[in-house]
């Protein structure tokens, strides 16, 4: 049977994760960490969670999220996870279909698996020693639930590329420091953030068009964090940061972003070559980011010692 999760399922659920899940590629959590990520999380819902049971014992589950509050929220529901042991074709449509109901019932047009899911899984980086990304942009295409959901309707209508680079070796390289000094000579730096000297950091955000961005970028500006700006003068023209280790000891990675009227000056290699120094010095061991399979900037990062590590597919269902 399919049915919502109550708080008596949070103890199979949590089996799952660290059978079925780990083995998908996520990251072992004790029961406090799954309770904080995903039980406890500010857009956790039993009305878009469903579990399979059969003869008592739960064998799965499905999770989403949705609220005009989220990015496109207000057309959207977004597929957090689905765990299910002895996978098969009908029992995956069954789990996605209760969900996609629930999504259906709140007046959302769409299901889908993107990075705007506030909801954050973190899973473990192939051919590290245990490193973590905080989240996913998608379903990983090495999976069997990725080839399932497009089975089922599901459209694969971009590809994210993880990237990975250790930074116990890394330093700037000199021809850095030399477009550095070039850039200044043409009014081009990159320093930390200083509400007293520099200006325009939201309207730089804001002609970035990305909603996340500017939730995120001017309130770390007005916390004073470690928020590293790509300046045109004293006018910020560009962003990296905020700045600063996670528990796992992942460089915190927002993105990169230069305005229009400030682009091919070289500001978005140069903030990123400044972000994995600062990274390195506050403490954290490694970097990792997505990028967009043709974005132009992989070239950026797999010149920087960026490796592929795993690939993702950014998948959508009109319901």
């Known amino acids: 049977m399919i049915r919502n999760y109550t708080a008596s399922d949070g103890a199979s659920l949590l089996r799952l994760w660290n059978t079925l899940g780990v083995k998908a590629g996520y990251a072992p959590l004790e029961q406090t960490q799954f309770r904080r990520l995903l039980l406890e999380h500010p857009d956790f819902s039993p009305e878009y969670t469903f579990v399979l049971e059969e003869e008592g014992q739960v064998l799965g589950f499905v999770n989403g999220c949705t609220g005009d509050h989220i990015p496109r929220g207000d057309l959207r529901g977004y597929v957090s996870c689905l765990l299910l042991q002895n996978q098969t074709e009908e029992n995956t ?166 305005a229009p009227q400030y682009e091919r000056h070289g500001l978005g290699t140069l903030l990123f070559y400044r972000l994995l120094q600062r990274e390195k010095e506050a403490g954290a061991k490694y970097m990792s980011l997505f990028t967009g399979q043709t974005n132009h900037a992989k070239q950026i990062y797999l010149g920087a010692g960026f490796r592929i590590v795993r690939t993702f597919g950014v998948m959508l269902k009109e319901l």
């Open 93 to 258: 449509a069954l789990l996605l279909g209760a969900l996609e109901d629930a999504f259906r019932r709140a007046g959302r047009t769409q299901s889908a698996v993107t990075f705007f899911n506030p909801i954050r899984l973190p899973w473990i980086i192939p051919g590290t020693p245990g490193h973590q990304h905080n989240n996913a942009p998608g379903v990983a295409v090495d999976l069997p639930l990725h080839d399932a959901m497009q089975k089922l309707g599901y459209r694969e209508f971009a590809r994210e590329c993880a990237m990975y680079l250790d930074l116990s070796d890394y330093s700037t390289p000199d021809w850095v420091e030399r477009k550095a000094a070039r850039m200044a000579e043409e009014g081009y730096t990159v320093a930390r953030y200083d509400s007293r000297k520099h200006r325009g950091l939201e309207e730089m955000v804001v002609a970035l068009e990305n909603p996340m961005w500017s939730a995120e970028i001017p309130a770390a500006g007005k916390a004073g964090m470690d928020l590293l700006v790509g300046l045109r003068g004293d006018t910020c023209a560009g962003f990296t940061g905020p700045v600063y280790p996670e528990e796992t000891g992942r460089g915190y990675f927002a993105g990169i972003g230069v």
